[in-house]
Structure formats: C-alpha cells, structure tokens
C-alpha cells in the first residue's frame, strides 16, 4: 500500500502468515511477505501451535483453519480496539 494510506490504518492482523518456503511452492518467482515500515508497530501476527504453514516444524494441517475458533480472532479484535 502506499505510504499516505498507514495513516489511514489503525491496526494490522496476519492469521497463519506463510513462511517464504510456503509461498514458494505456490510461485518460486513470489516476493517474500514483508511488513512496510509504516506498518511494523501496529502489526500483529499470529500463528496457531502446529499450523504447518507458519509454525516451525508444524504437522497439524486442521491448525490452519483453527484461527476462528481458537481465541486468536478474539485476541486480534482487542489488538485492534
């Protein structure tokens, strides 16, 4: 996004951000996933234990669809409030 639109923006939640090694399987040319500037400090991310797409050595596929049910939705809302 451009840089006049972080003034714009309150708050930032990623749920299950992909590591570099997942977007690759998907598109070798993709950039990596990177947080502007603007937008580090008010960024959250969140990762469910054993999400194999974010967590480190994760195997629990269904942790992936968890983010809806495992309180880290509710804990995204208050980081935005």
């Not at 992909?18 to 399987?25: G, I, S, T």
């Not at 070798?28 to 500037?37: D, E, Y």
């Not at 994760?58 to 992936?64: C, I, K, Y």
């Amino acid at each position: 996004m451009p840089a006049a639109t972080a003034s714009h923006v309150a708050a930032v939640v990623l749920f299950g951000t992909p590591k570099d090694w997942v977007v690759n399987l998907a598109d070798r040319n993709a950039p990596p996933i990177t947080i502007g500037q603007s937008y580090v400090p008010k960024t959250m991310q969140l990762c469910a234990t054993g999400d194999p797409v974010c967590f480190p050595g994760g195997l629990d596929r269904a942790a992936h669809s968890s983010y809806k049910s495992n309180g880290m939705a509710v804990q995204a809302a208050d980081f935005a409030a």
